[in-house]
């Protein structure tokens, strides 16, 4: 199983009014690893990171991918653009849990640009990349290599969305589809799971909780767990 915390480092990923992407994220991710290192022992855990440094996005795919991962959660927090009216900011909120598709529009086309965006923070990025990550016509051109998973994808994605509504107490904006690199690159059933977001200030406050940080890995975890026991029985 691989374990994503978005961002990292260098890069902290979006914010809220006093909240680092990069920094939330971490906790939940080293939570749920705590919880699957407890409750499914025989399930190895490997994490793309375990610490606040910066890790690229084809970094990340050579972790997961060279330690031949079942999974791949990626987790990341949600945010509006910064123009945005504070009425619409308070209006918006939830979870939403991505798998690789080709359905850019609107706010999925939004989040595929943010999220590939990261990798304009690395060095000779043109060199390693062969698409511009702020374009809509290369986050819509993206080859469907994730076909092969995507069915598990879409499983896990459900198990995750259903978890975070009726047993952690978050709300649900559904399973979406978008060009993300970091989904599109590895050879496994993968998806990118928004756990809130930090322009809404209510549901920043909360994000900051641990108790709700862990009721959001819990819901991760039984998510993974369930998916499990699906597809190897």
Request: charged share 25%; proline share 3%.
């Amino acid at each position: 199983m691989i374990i994503d915390a978005g961002h990292g480092g260098k890069d902290p990923g979006t914010s809220g009014a006093y909240t680092k992407e990069k920094d939330v994220v971490l906790r939940v991710a080293l939570k749920l690893g705590n919880y699957v290192k407890e409750y499914l022992p025989d399930v190895k855990v490997i994490y793309t990171r375990s610490k606040d440094n910066s890790v690229t996005l084809k970094g990340r795919q050579k972790i997961a991918n060279e330690n031949e991962g079942d999974v791949f959660i990626s987790i990341h927090a949600n945010a509006l653009p910064k123009d945005v009216s504070a009425k619409r900011k308070n209006a918006i909120y939830g979870t939403e849990t991505y798998v690789m598709g080709a359905q850019n529009t609107g706010r999925n086309l939004e989040v595929a640009k943010r999220e590939n965006s990261v990798i304009l923070l690395e060095e000779d990025y043109q060199k390693e990349y062969d698409f511009d990550p702020t374009s809509s016509e290369s986050s819509i051109l993206f080859s469907l290599t994730q076909s092969a998973f995507q069915d598990k994808s879409i499983l896990l994605a459900t198990n995750i969305q259903d978890q975070f509504e009726k047993r952690a107490g978050r709300r649900s904006l559904g399973v979406k589809q978008s060009s993300l690199y970091v989904l599109w690159s590895t050879a496994m059933p993968s998806v990118l799971v928004e756990i809130g977001y930090l322009t809404n200030p209510k549901e920043e406050k909360e994000l900051n909780d641990t108790s709700i940080q862990s009721n959001i890995a819990s819901g991760i975890f039984r998510a993974f767990r369930d998916y499990k026991n699906e597809v190897e029985y």
